[in-house]
């Protein structure tokens, strides 16, 4: 039995999806009130049979604050895939992101101890990631430096991956992916998978970039790691780079809108002083943070080689990815 922690976002969805396809009986976890009918929609995009996948999936309540809770999902559990997090940049998240995804994972964790877990795979973030190596790349290498500004989400997923190496040092088999901007169909307002609706709604995007991958390697990659036994080591998963203006450029065509205007950083340090001044008055200027402008205005390269060399891994490009996903976006705003 496989239990897969946050499956009803946009990549824990996929990775049950894959796990069925490779024959495995997988326990997905959701919380109270999740939107379950969304899932099954979303399904449609990525297999035939939409209604038999989601029938042989085992649904389970899952609360990270209660450990009887976390006892029962891990009931004959050999294995675990935890994708689930609190993804946001806005700072008003900050508490519940650190206790979701550092003292959850920590009690997942915990609870894995005392239970039949054998294998557990956690997926973090690229945002953990700082120092280049020697070609001017982040990439596995990259430890996180604690001097340099984090937002609070990069700050909990770097702190949510010291509770796994350390449960890795006590015997635990584990396994991290650090992917970039996942590119998927279906929740299209939570988290990543609120890229087009974003810029569908707003023209102004940022002059800095990102990496991104498909949700469909993500997960593709998440279970080869696990079958192959391939433990006590991190893997980036990105496809490759782009601009956001790029990206905006490309989804607001085909969406018959006109061309995102590219707010210049002097812009944002404005916007930085205002927050600073009225924030508390007007909330979304709280998102002008020091770190998210660093994060919007920087464009690093970062190396996926060695999850290529590691499993002969062929990604698909960022390019067919939004154009797969874009498609869906369209399609489910019609029907």
Known sequence: MVLVTGATGILGRVVVLELLKRGKKVRAAKRSGSNLKDVKNSYRFYTEDPDAAF????????????????????EGVEEVYHCAAKVSFNPKYEKEMYHINIKGTTNL?????????????????IAV?????????????????AKEEHSAYAISK?????????????????????????????????SSGQLFSVFENNRFTFPGGSAYVDVRDVAEIAAELMDRNIFGERFIAISGMKKYED????????LGL?????????QLGVGRIVNVLLGWLIPPLR?????????????????????????????????????????????????
């Open 55 to 74: 029938s042989a999936i085992e649904w389970v309540e899952l609360d990270f604050d209660d450990l009887t809770s976390l006892q029962t999902a891990l």
């Open 109 to 125: 964790l915990y609870a894995c101890e005392q239970s039949s877990v054998k294998k557990f795979l956690y997926i973090s973030t």
């Open 129 to 145: 990631l700082d120092g280049f190596n020697e070609e001017g790349e982040l990439d596995e290498g990259s430890d996180f430096n």
């Open 158 to 190: 770097h702190m949510a991956e010291m509770e796994v190496w350390r449960a890795s040092a006590e015997g635990l088999q584990i396994a991290i992916i650090n992917p970039g901007m996942i590119i998927g169909s279906g929740g299209w307002n939570q």
């Open 247 to 254: 990206i905006g450029k490309i989804i607001r065509k085909r």
């Open 258 to 266: 006109k061309e995102p205007v590219v707010l210049k950083k002097r």
């Open 287 to 335: 998102m002008v943070t020091k770190s998210n402008i660093a994060s919007i205005t920087s464009f690093n390269t970062i190396s996926n080689q060695k999850i290529k060399d590691r499993l002969n891994f062929r990604f698909i490009p960022v390019d067919e990815s939004l154009e797969f996903h874009l498609n869906n976006y369209i399609n489910d705003k019609k029907s």
